[in-house]
């Protein structure tokens, strides 16, 4: 219950955010606990995207500056095996791990080498989808990234709202416009998920069947637009069904 009362309050106080300076600032300060110093998120550039339009896809970042320039003049986007991973399968996935598991060739493991020559030696990324389809990529990194399974999953709660919140900020707020009608069984399923709460266990708290709780969690990620169950949270608690 701590991490989450935690999660809470950095959900209001980036409610509170005017900016997506500020936003990211807020979401760096959370997730430097856990070693993960510097975030990039943005939407996906097509293969061949002109270097002069890629930093146009970029929606929060942190990165250090001369990393940045390097990686666009290099047009490390297209040879980056964390990005080729979450195009192939768009789920969560270490930066490590997705070098090892695409077999990556030189150039992709000099995209890696590079990025620790800036402190950012290891990390996680992740997809937020957009109900258009647009895959937004979440990139968090660090030089001594020290996280558990309960941290990866309040980082990416975090990291998914903040990209939510600066979508707002930036105009975008057409995606996420229209509140959903959520049912009340619906919105109780959703708050234990919140607590991390499996179908099952679920299903035993409200003395429902587990096939019960799994559709109702369904129906309230499609109503809510949501790639996955961390995405519906996110959004429960920015429509204000969760506090």
């Known amino acids: 219950m701590g991490q989450f009362d935690d999660t809470l309050q950095f959900i209001e106080e980036l409610d509170r955010a005017e900016t997506p300076e500020t936003v990211c600032r807020q979401l760096l300060e959370l997730t430097r606990g856990f070693g993960l ?42 040879q980056d095996p964390v990005v080729t991973y979450i195009k192939r399968s768009p789920t969560m996935v270490n930066w490590r791990s997705a070098t090892s598991e695409l077999q990556a060739g030189k150039t992709a493991r000099q995209v890696m080498g ?39 999953g309040v980082v990416s709660l975090a990291s998914t709202y903040a990209i939510g919140r ?11 416009d229209q509140r959903p009608d959520l049912t009340p069984r619906e919105t109780e399923c959703l708050k234990w998920a919140a607590e991390g709460k499996s179908e099952w266990e679920i299903s035993q708290i409200l003395g429902i069947s587990e096939h019960t709780s799994e559709k109702h969690l369904l129906n309230a990620k499609r109503k809510l637009g949501a790639a996955n169950r961390v995405h519906a949270v996110a959004e429960a608690i920015r429509h204000g069904y969760i506090s």
Not at 41 to 52: D, L, M, Q, S
Not at 166 to 176: D, P
């Open 37 to 78: 110093t510097a975030i990039m998120a943005g939407t996906v550039p097509r293969p061949g995207t002109p270097k002069g339009k890629q930093k146009s896809h970029v929606m929060l970042c942190d990165w250090p500056q001369d990393w940045l320039e390097r990686y666009v003049a290099r047009n490390y986007v297209d």
């Open 114 to 152: 590079d990025a620790g020559e800036f402190k950012l030696k290891d990390g996680f990324a992740f997809p937020l989808i957009t109900i258009e389809g647009t895959i937004v990529m979440v990139s968090l990194g660090g030089e001594a990234v020290d996280i558990s399974p309960e941290g990866v």
């Open 166 to 176: 600066a979508m707002q900020l930036q105009n975008a707020q057409a995606i996420f």
